[in-house]
């Protein structure tokens, strides 16, 4: 089982960036993926999940309406598309997977999988 995430860079503040988790060794049909985010001094935080299928989705509420999760079952492939970005959401960005969509989105255990992390710098 892997998780690769990737797309990070430095982007203006206000611009936009779309971040790739590719998936391989289970179906996206089983696992729920999620998007998480640890800023230098902070813990990790939950930022947007996706269930199994793509039935549904969660957003924090400070990335609702700027941000984007989505799935491309045939490419394996979770995306998360961030637009109007701001200094507040230079992080480095993880991506997981776990059955239950619940976990995800509580952290009230820790994911089965995890990726590594990709950097996103926004500049003021």
């Known amino acids: 089982v892997q998780l690769q995430a990737s797309g990070g860079g430095l982007v203006p503040s206000g611009g936009s960036v779309r971040l790739s988790c590719a998936t391989s060794g289970f179906s996206l049909d089983n696992y729920a993926i999620g998007w998480f985010r640890q800023a230098p001094g902070k813990g990790r935080e939950v930022v947007s999940c996706?269930?199994?299928?793509?039935?549904?989705?969660y957003y924090a509420d400070s990335v609702k309406g700027r941000f984007t999760v989505s799935t491309d079952k045939a490419k394996n492939t979770v995306y998360l598309r961030m637009n109007s970005l701001k200094p507040e959401d230079t992080a480095v960005y993880y991506c997981?997977?776990?059955?239950?969509?619940?976990?995800?989105?509580?952290?009230?255990?820790?994911?089965?999988?995890w990726g590594q992390g990709t950097q996103v710098t926004v500049s003021s």
């Open positions: 996706v269930s199994r299928r793509g039935l549904s989705t």
């Open positions: 997981a997977a776990d059955t239950s969509l619940h976990t995800l989105v509580s952290l009230s255990t820790s994911p089965e999988y």
